[in-house]
């Protein structure tokens, strides 16, 4: 049964705190310490029935103002970080925000002309005795924006009223669509009665303002767990050392995510018992080569979006997912294939998109086409892409991703991107960039092998018009900071 009865975050969180902790990589604050004072300065009362806009530079404040907010605020709206502030008007406008709650994020909070509150993040340093007593460090962090200290902490003020929860999409053009959602369709796939009986560190590669980070901080939150928060400022080997000093058991990511730890050099500073997939495709490739990489550690993918919450996850090592997933009326979550997209119905499923022109976000009989494309193929669906994604050469669709997963299967392959090029007779022709290991030091015509055999692969797995008329070796590709691979618009 989903979690549909919690009121707020901070109802989520009462009972025991002990050794549960948020990290973000410069503080580190244990639960438990949530009891005293309020992160809003004793100004969450102001904050009431109001439209909050949180604008943070540090995951940690944004996470310690939505159990601040929610009960409180009528809507809360979470800033992504890596938004152009160039959108600031739009997003006020459409969720008319009416005050902003930041942690000194100067640059932004200062533009939104509203009324700004201050989230405090600081605390005093833990005496020695209670760092060997909660097993977590607890830091004094100098906020170089006022010269003062910030302190850790969470209000009790009693919620009063279910909180809208307002979400930004992370499309790469255009301004982003705002999707609202509730506590409770947020936290509609975490069990009511799931119980814990060991310790769970959660982590993620997403940040939490986008909906996949979100996912994550609130399974910590609601099953008794700790969370280590990414960040930014970061190399992918310095954020795995840190989440590996802090025990991470269990931890997610997209695929792109995935590729760029398996390549770099912190890849063995984690042994998580859980590794999970969501935001992109999962091919073969990256599935096998996380189960290699981590081998006692249950290795699953999952689907989800901002708009159409979590429909499922797939736990067996294979790409794909069974057929019978799809069609079960009466389900917790209902999905269909119309057109070869698919599409989903539950109460996990965000209530609409906010604004005048948003957009229409479920059909009349309440289904979310999600505009991922399936094939069915021995009982069995497989992603094929996106619909907006589609490459037109000489007529005949292309879908990247499918070019993409046979050239990931050559065993010296980390991750390609599949982009089109125009032509004058064809219209567009695909080709391939390509990541090689990390390690391999090939000479010339050991590169061209490699050029040739994945020339090969393609052949003998596609149709002559998906194979890529060029295959270059690239150092890395461009990851935008919601995880996923920067594509160009086909």
């Not at 939150?221 to 280590?228: E, K, P, R």
Request: glycine content about 8%; hydrophobic content about 40%; aromatic content about 6%.
């Amino acid at each position: 049964m989903p979690q549909a009865n919690a009121l707020s975050l901070w109802q989520v969180l009462s009972g025991d705190l002990s050794q549960r902790f948020l990290s973000s990589d410069n503080a580190t604050v244990a639960l438990s310490d949530l009891d005293g004072g309020s992160c809003l300065g004793g100004r969450v009362e102001e904050l009431r029935g109001r439209s909050v806009l949180i604008v943070a530079s540090d995951q940690l404040a944004a996470a310690l103002a939505l159990i601040e907010l929610d009960g409180i605020a009528r809507r809360i709206v979470l800033w992504p970080a890596d938004l152009g502030k160039e959108h600031l008007p739009f997003v006020i406008a459409s969720a008319k925000a009416d005050v902003v709650v930041s942690d000194g994020s100067a640059n932004i909070a200062e533009c939104a002309g509203l009324p700004h509150v201050p989230c405090s993040l600081t605390m005093a340093p833990a005496t020695n005795q209670e760092l060997a007593q909660n097993g977590v460090w607890r830091e004094t962090v100098p906020d170089s924006s006022r010269g003062a200290r910030r302190t850790f902490c969470a209000s009790k003020a009693t919620p009063q009223a279910s909180t809208e929860w307002i979400l930004l999409t992370s499309g790469t053009t255009g301004r982003p669509k705002m999707v609202v959602h509730t506590l409770s369709s947020l936290a509609g796939a975490i069990p009511a009665d799931l119980k814990l009986r060991d310790a769970r560190v959660w982590s993620t590669f997403y940040d939490i303002r986008r909906y996949g980070g979100l996912q994550i901080f609130l399974r910590a939150m609601f099953t008794g767990g700790s969370l280590v928060l990414s960040s930014a400022h970061e190399s992918t080997a310095e954020f795995l050392e840190r989440a590996g000093a802090h025990g991470v058991s269990h931890i997610s990511g997209t695929p792109s995510h995935w590729r760029k730890a398996l390549m770099s050099q912190g890849a063995d500073r984690i042994a998580p018992r859980y590794v999970r997939l969501s935001g992109e495709i999962a091919d073969q490739s990256i599935l096998d080569n996380l189960r290699s990489c981590y081998p006692n550690a249950q290795v699953s993918h999952a689907f989800a979006s901002t708009e159409a919450g979590l429909a499922f996850d797939v736990g067996d090592g294979l790409a794909g997912f069974p057929a019978s997933v799809i069609g079960q009326p009466g389900s917790a979550v209902e999905m269909k294939v119309v057109n070869g997209t698919l599409r989903i119905r539950s109460s996990r499923v965000a209530a609409d998109y906010l604004g005048d022109r948003a957009g229409t976000l479920k059909d009349a009989d309440g289904f979310v086409d999600t505009g991922d494309m399936l094939e069915l193929r021995d009982e069995r669906y497989y992603f094929v892409g996106r619909r907006d994604g589609v490459i037109n050469v000489g007529g005949q669709k292309v879908h990247p991703e499918e070019i993409e997963g046979v050239i990931n299967r050559h065993p010296h392959v980390r991750m390609s991107l599949v982009r089109s090029r125009k032509n004058a007779l064809m219209g567009a022709l695909v080709v391939a960039d390509v990541v090689l290991e990390k390690d391999l030091n090939a000479e010339d015509e050991q590169l061209k092998g490699f050029k040739n055999e994945i020339f090969d692969m393609c052949r003998g797995a596609l149709p002559r018009h998906k194979v890529p008329a060029a295959i270059q070796f690239v150092n890395q590709l461009a990851v935008a900071a919601s995880g996923k691979m920067v594509r160009q618009h086909a």
